[in-house]
């Protein structure tokens, strides 16, 4: 079967070519570049992407011979799931990688946020040194929310409660785990009004769409902070400003965005058929760049050697897995 890769690193390929040899596959395409970048052979069988891999209905439409897309990701919101399924195209995805890595990242953000950090290097990096503006808070004692406790949710609320703090969390399906643990699950507007800290571990499908919106952002207890390492569109990033200016919200960390492809890729801001909408996002998050009581991260949270190598082992797997015609990790 032919084989191609789209958005990879050098490390990985030593791994990759023993995995192919293994399993007597033909690659036709090795890339560190997305796929709107690359030229992919029309017979290729098999496709592994990453988040940044558009597979639409065209890409899908281009590639009569696809099998498989593997994304090296716990999101698929970047698949036009549907259509693959409806042309008979398995997709995989990688439901288990960065408990550890999202989780640990998520507490350094909410130290950061309670610490003042970006405010105290900006200060020392201008020859400052007075600290009576750099004045923080201690999480203990402090309430988080969690939104979404599943792999990394749940661990998040774990690693939490090592610092003292109270831990309550929201979600459809609650965490057997995290009941022993002696946590509570709450309704989601009680949490809104009753966290300190919020964070958000919940994966972007319709219902999840801007799950924090102008709306209920006003029913945030005030002088709270909001963590997003989720997924960009979960939160509407005009109710973030909203919250700031009001002083409902004291801090926000966000690794996650709207149109956060357009950001990293300033190129694209030239293109013509963007929408008036992604250029609306894309100047809010150059607001929040700009404000000293945000963090703003490049989609970094799962960006571990440890996480990596699982997330190659993973897929590797769901390839091995889809040769036996004994698919695994399949998402619809």
């Known amino acids: 079967m032919k084989i191609a890769f789209c958005e990879l690193e050098g490390w990985e390929m030593p791994y990759i070519e023993k995995f192919l040899e293994e399993n007597n596959l033909e690659l036709v395409c090795f890339s560190n570049e997305t796929i709107d970048k690359v030229d992919i052979p029309d017979d290729v069988e098999i496709l592994s992407v990453f988040i940044y891999s558009k597979i639409t209905k065209d890409v899908i439409d281009k590639l009569p011979d696809l099998k498989l897309i593997a994304t090296r990701s716990t999101g698929f919101d970047h698949i036009d799931v549907a259509y693959a399924n409806s042309k008979g195209i398995t997709v995989c995805n990688v439901p ?109 499908i319709p219902s999840t769409h801007h799950l924090i919106n102008m709306d209920n952002i006003k029913l945030f207890k005030k002088g709270s902070f909001l963590i997003n390492t989720s997924r960009g569109k979960v939160v509407e990033t005009e109710s973030v400003i909203y919250g700031l200016k009001q002083k409902i919200l004291s801090g926000a960390a966000i690794d996650t965005f709207e149109s956060e ?69 399949v998402v619809k």
């Open 96 to 204: 288990s990688y960065g408990e550890e890595s999202v989780s640990e990242y998520t507490i350094m953000l909410m130290l950061a946020l309670a610490r003042k950090l970006r405010e105290t290097i900006d200060n020392v990096e201008k020859g400052i040194y007075k600290t009576s503006n750099l004045r923080g808070i201690e999480l203990a004692g402090k309430t988080l929310g969690v939104i979404g406790t599943g792999r990394i949710g749940a661990r998040t609320a774990l690693l939490s409660k090592c610092f003292g703090m109270n831990v309550i969390c929201y979600d459809a399906k609650q965490n057997q785990a995290l009941l022993d643990a002696g946590i509570k699950y709450v309704a989601f507007d009680e949490l809104l009004s009753t966290s300190d800290f919020i964070t958000l571990h919940v994966p972007y």
């Open 261 to 329: 492809e357009v950001v990293m890729e300033e190129h694209l801001l030239w293109d013509a058929e963007l929408s008036v909408e992604t250029l609306k996002k894309a100047l809010e998050i150059n607001y929040l760049l700009k404000h000293p009581n945000v963090i703003i991260t490049p989609h970094n949270a799962y960006n571990t050697k440890e996480g990596l190598q699982r997330i190659l082992n993973t897929t590797f797997e769901n390839i091995q897995s889809f040769l036996k015609n004994q698919p695994k990790n």
